[in-house]
Nanobody, 117 residues
Framework: QVQLVESGGGLVQTGGTLKLSCAAS????????MAWHRQAPGKQRELVAT???????NYADSVKGRFTISRDNAKNTMYLQMNSLKPEDTAVYYC???????????WGQGTQVTVSS
């Protein structure tokens, strides 16, 4: 029903910025919760930020004040603006979306973010 593709990853220096995009094949206006997750080397995947259909957002403590999640339903795209990047932010970032029942059911293939120290 929904396919997700991330883009925008890359290599940046500590303190730099990066903006990730997640393009959906379907209408994201039909999706309540969309989210960004990340998985660092040797660690489990963690939830970075979520955004609802109405624009309500939540962030992991580690990224509060630095990252901003947003979505443009008209463009069927979700974004993650990352500022003041730290080496600890280095990870593969994944886009995800809930199904109609409120469970995370759709995932992108990920985009690599590397922050040099």
């Amino acid at each position: 029903q929904v396919q997700l593709v991330e883009s925008g990853g890359g290599l940046v220096q500590t303190g730099g910025t990066l903006k990730l995009s997640c393009a959906a094949s379907g209408f994201i206006s039909n999706i309540n919760v969309m989210a960004w997750h990340r998985q660092a080397p040797g660690k489990q995947r963690e939830l970075v930020a979520t955004i609802t259909r109405g624009g309500s957002t939540n962030y992991a403590d580690s990224v509060k004040g630095r990252f901003t999640i947003s979505r443009d339903n008209a463009k069927n795209t979700m974004y993650l603006q990352m500022n003041s990047l730290k080496p600890e932010d280095t990870a593969v970032y994944y886009c995800a979306a809930d199904n109609r029942y409120g469970s995370t059911a759709y995932w992108g293939q990920g985009t690599q973010v590397t922050v040099s120290s």
